[in-house]
Nanobody, 127 residues
Framework: QVQLVESGGGLVQAGGSLRLSCAVSGRTFSSYAMGWFRQAPGKEREFVAAVAVNGGIRYYSDSVRGRFTISRDNAKNTVYLQMTSLLPEDTAVYYC????????????????????WGQGTQVTVSS
């Protein structure tokens, strides 16, 4: 069973930064494409960022590109989301997701494509 546990969420003021972590159980982390999604109350879950098995292949939504950075550390079975220049509209529950990759140089960018999900961590950006 693959389990994902997010951490690092919290309250931060606009313009601040926060780093989210997602620890993945098992020995197959390096075989998974990893993604971050977020969902605000009453809103649809939206794509934030993703990284392929090849960690150099990364994707970002237009709303976070240039502010957020996704990375992975295979030795720690962990994926990170470094968030800077946070805005109130970034407030949401952030979910980590994993998908067993068939192509090491791509990563899904829709939530329906991901097989495993964490329980989420709350990020609140005050204004």
């Amino acid at each position: 069973q693959v389990q994902l546990v997010e951490s690092g969420g919290g309250l931060v003021q606009a313009g601040g930064s926060l780093r989210l972590s997602c620890a993945v159980s098992g020995r197959t982390f390096s075989s998974y494409a990893m993604g971050w999604f977020r969902q605000a109350p009453g809103k649809e879950r939206e794509f934030v960022a993703a990284v392929a098995v090849n960690g150099g292949i990364r994707y970002y939504s237009d709303s976070v590109r240039g502010r957020f950075t996704i990375s992975r550390d295979n030795a720690k079975n962990t994926v990170y989301l470094q968030m800077t220049s946070l805005l109130p509209e970034d407030t949401a529950v952030y979910y980590c997701s994993a998908d067993l990759a068939s192509n090491p140089v791509v990563a899904p960018r829709t939530w329906r494509e991901y097989e495993y999900w964490g329980q989420g961590t709350q990020v609140t950006v005050s204004s």
